[in-house]
């Protein structure tokens, strides 16, 4: 059936964990809403696993929506949610509404995602009152990795921990379906998920959230340039594809890819006529 903002809801009042992971394209997209993944998250950490950039700042609207097309057209079931890029939203209330407006009428995303608490409410408010469903992201917010000084766990003291209890109770009453709590340690985040009625989908918080969330390369073990703590990988198939690689390369080398089977045949009358 198909994931909506109001199967989120439920999902919370039902005890029910939601469940997602992030993709970037069409394969890797009907692959998990296949497995019955709740939402797919078209993130901007796409910028890092997909175009190799140390950060998430570059990334562009231009990048989201081209891969939010595609993941949108591998999924029947889950909702799609696509990240608001740096500077897409932070600029002015106005800006924040029309590129929300263009992630779901581009990139035909379901729901889109922007970083921050108090200090963004005023664009959460503005996108929902244009009807597009907004989903927090509070605690490590990595499109702020220069006003933090890294990408670090958030909310270690009481000062901190407040401010980002009041902050997720912010984002709800603005209008936010749902929050990810990023980074944070994993009692605070049972505090925020307990205060908040909508779900909580956690990445580094803990258990207790309403939901997970993982970028899909660390779950595979197919990104290796540095491991949060909060991975675990359910596959190593970076291992995995660099020995079919090799397998290949050492087939190609060798003569015996491709064999006789792997090619197309021709009336043996019509290659006479040619020599
Ligand atoms: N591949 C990938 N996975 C992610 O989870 C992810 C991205 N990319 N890109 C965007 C952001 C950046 N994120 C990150 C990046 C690094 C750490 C990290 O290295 N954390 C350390 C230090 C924590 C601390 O000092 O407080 C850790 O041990 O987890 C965490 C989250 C999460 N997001
Ligand atoms: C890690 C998730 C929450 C994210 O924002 C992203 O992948 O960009
Ligand atoms: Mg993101």
């Given at each position: 059936?198909?994931?909506?903002?109001?199967?989120?809801?439920?999902?919370?009042?039902?005890?029910?964990?939601?469940?997602?992971l992030?993709?970037?394209?069409?394969?890797?997209?009907?692959?998990?809403d296949?497995a019955?993944?709740?939402?797919?998250?078209?993130?901007?950490?796409?910028?890092?696993?997909?175009?190799?950039?140390?950060?998430?700042?570059?990334?562009?609207?231009?990048?989201?929506?081209?891969?939010?097309?595609?993941?949108?057209?591998?999924?029947?079931?889950?909702?799609?949610?696509?990240?608001?890029?740096?500077?897409s939203?932070?600029?002015?209330?106005?800006?924040?509404?029309?590129?929300?407006?263009?992630l779901?009428?581009e990139?035909?995303?379901?729901?889109?995602?922007?970083?921050?608490?108090?200090?963004?409410?005023?664009?959460?408010?503005?996108?929902?009152?244009a009807?597009?469903?907004?989903m927090?992201?509070?605690?490590?917010?990595?499109?702020?990795?220069?006003?933090?000084?890294?990408?670090?766990?958030?909310?270690?003291?009481?000062?901190?921990a407040?401010?980002?209890?009041?902050?997720?109770?912010?984002?709800?009453?603005?209008?936010?379906?749902?929050?990810?709590?990023?980074?944070?340690?994993?009692?605070?985040?049972?505090?925020?998920?307990?205060?908040?009625?909508i779900?909580?989908?956690?990445?580094?918080?803990?258990?207790?959230?309403?939901?997970?969330?993982?970028?899909?390369?660390?779950?595979?073990?197919?990104?290796?340039?540095?491991?949060?703590?909060?991975?675990?990988?359910?596959?190593?198939?970076?291992?995995?594809?660099?020995?079919?690689?090799?397998?290949?390369?050492?087939?190609?080398?060798?003569g015996?890819?491709?064999?006789?089977?792997?090619?197309?045949?021709?009336?043996?009358?019509?290659?006479?006529?040619?020599?």
């Amino acid at each position: 059936m198909k994931n909506t903002v109001v199967t989120f809801k439920n999902a919370k009042n039902m005890n029910e964990k939601l469940t997602m992971l992030t993709a970037y394209d069409y394969s890797t997209a009907k692959l998990m809403d296949d497995a019955g993944i709740n939402g797919i998250l078209v993130g901007d950490s796409l910028g890092m696993v997909c175009l190799g950039y140390d950060d998430t700042l570059s990334v562009t609207m231009e990048d989201i929506i081209h891969h939010t097309k595609a993941v949108a057209r591998g999924v029947k079931n889950s909702l799609v949610v696509a990240d608001m890029p740096f500077m897409s939203y932070q600029t002015s209330v106005y800006d924040a509404v029309v590129n929300a407006g263009r992630l779901i009428k581009e990139g035909k995303a379901n729901a889109v995602k922007l970083e921050g608490g108090l200090e963004v409410c005023d664009k959460i408010e503005a996108i929902v009152k244009a009807s597009i469903p907004v989903m927090g992201h509070i605690g490590l917010t990595p499109q702020s990795v220069n006003a933090i000084g890294g990408f670090k766990v958030q909310g270690k003291n009481e000062e901190a921990a407040r401010k980002l209890i009041n902050d997720a109770i912010a984002v709800e009453k603005a209008g936010a379906f749902s929050i990810v709590l990023e980074g944070v340690p994993s009692k605070l985040a049972d505090i925020i998920t307990d205060k908040v009625s909508i779900p909580t989908i956690g990445i580094g918080a803990g258990a207790r959230c309403d939901g997970q969330i993982l970028v899909y390369q660390d779950m595979l073990g197919m990104f290796d340039d540095f491991t949060p703590k909060f991975v675990k990988k359910y596959e190593c198939l970076g291992d995995k594809m660099k020995e079919a690689f090799k397998n290949y390369i050492d087939e190609v080398k060798d003569g015996s890819f491709p064999s006789e089977e792997h090619g197309f045949k021709i009336d043996d009358d019509i290659i006479e006529k040619l020599y």
